[in-house]
């Protein structure tokens, strides 16, 4: 029988990490568990950066020093057929920073074969491997619990999916059921996604991009679980479906006849014997938008910024919002981080307290001087997390 290695691997799949953040005696933040492997890598750091006590505030308790965590990958994207799968614990009264000091999240093309000879079109289901190992998407999923008084501030870079990409990803965040008042989780989510590589003249180009992210509260004493919050973003080009139907009528036809004349041009799309390009389905619903995002808020952490982008959302002037007739000045508020760049973006409060923010920019350096601007005029983050937080915004 053979000798188990008492150095075998505690993680048995690639791509997979695993962080449990607690706090020791008397106030010590500490990363009792980081694991990960290839092709993920976690990079923990502790700056110097204390928060100090909101004399507000109705907890005696001083805000533990928050912990940073990079995420970073190697080749600083993910290749077709990765899947990147983090679970992160944060234990009561403890604060921790996701970021990505590699810059934006590289999504690769897919290719349009394999080394089986499997012919995989990019983004064709019918096509695919039937081992979900050998799927040619892009994968990433997040698991996070937020323990009682903690905080999770996540901002990281936008994805930048390239031209034939398909990606999914899914953020789970988890709350503590029972805690109530101050003593609730606090959460800030931060999930954006740019039209591509600029450079190379890519607009909106790739095949599939999904996310998808959900608030869950939990309750340790029962076990059970409740929703709170699911956003989910979908941006498909819908033409594998397109290429499905036309390869399955071209299958009946040849079944039943064997040799299946055609007239020419029937093979040719109706958009090419027009004259016309082939419709980009992305690009025509997110237009004029060069990036697109989702900024989820909650808890008593960012309870303040949440009421600032409301109050400055609901401030922004609005059609029809001055009498013209009337001699009277004009009550719209002066120029702001929320109006002095072309973003289109509306804030709601919606169930359980969140606060939920969607925005849209011509491009993502407009739209990084929109947010960076607002969060740094509001200040919450700067002052709980330290201006490191804002690295990546």
């Not at 962080?19 to 502790?46: E, G, H, I, W």
């Not at 079109?121 to 998407?137: C, E, V, Y």
């Not at 990803?169 to 709350?175: M, N, Y």
Request: aromatic letters at 8%; charged letters at 25%; proline letters at 8%.
């Amino acid at each position: 029988m053979p000798i188990r290695s008492p150095f075998e691997s505690s993680i048995a799949k690639p791509g997979q990490g695993n962080v449990v953040l607690s706090l020791l005696p008397p106030n010590n933040p500490t990363l009792t568990t980081l694991t990960y492997k290839y092709p993920l890598k976690l990079v923990p750091r502790a700056p110097g950066f204390v928060p100090t006590p909101d004399p507000a505030a109705l907890s005696d308790s001083c805000p533990s020093r928050p912990v940073h965590l990079y995420l970073l990958t190697y080749g600083g994207g993910l290749l077709p057929g990765d899947h990147i799968e983090v679970s992160i614990k944060l234990e009561p009264r403890t604060r921790m920073v996701v970021t990505t000091p590699q810059g934006s999240t590289k999504i690769f093309k897919t290719e349009p074969g394999n080394d089986n000879g499997v012919s995989v079109i990019k983004g064709h289901r019918k096509k695919m491997p039937a081992n979900d190992h050998l799927s040619d998407m892009s994968q990433q999923s997040l698991d996070v619990r937020i323990g009682r008084e903690s905080a999770l501030c996540y901002l990281p870079d936008p994805s930048v999916p390239y031209q034939n990409s398909r990606y999914a990803q899914v953020q789970t965040f988890t709350v503590d059921a029972a805690a109530r008042g101050d003593q609730r989780s606090s959460l800030c989510v931060l999930d954006w996604v740019t039209q591509g590589r600029t450079s190379r003249g890519e607009n909106w180009n790739f095949r599939f991009w999904k996310g998808r992210n959900e608030v869950w509260a939990a309750d340790e004493k029962t076990g059970k679980s409740r929703l709170l919050l699911r956003d989910s973003v979908i941006l498909d080009d819908e033409t594998e479906d397109d290429l499905a139907s036309d390869e399955s009528d071209e299958d009946m036809e040849d079944t039943s006849h064997g040799i299946n004349p055609q007239p020419d041009g029937a093979d040719v799309p109706p958009q090419a014997q027009a004259g016309l390009l082939p419709l980009n389905v992305i690009q025509e619903r997110t237009r004029p938008h060069g990036v697109v995002g989702t900024l989820i808020l909650s808890g008593p952490v960012f309870d303040k910024l949440g009421s600032f982008l409301i109050e400055q959302f609901t401030s922004q002037p609005r059609i029809g919002s001055r009498n013209w007739s009337s001699s009277a000045p004009s009550s719209a508020p002066e120029d702001s981080s929320a109006s002095k760049h072309d973003v289109t973006w509306t804030a709601a409060r919606v169930r359980a307290g969140f606060v939920l923010v969607k925005f849209g920019a011509k491009d993502f350096e407009t739209a990084k001087h929109w947010l960076g601007g607002l969060l740094r005029e509001e200040g919450s983050i700067v002052r709980e997390f330290g201006e490191e937080a804002l690295f990546c915004v």
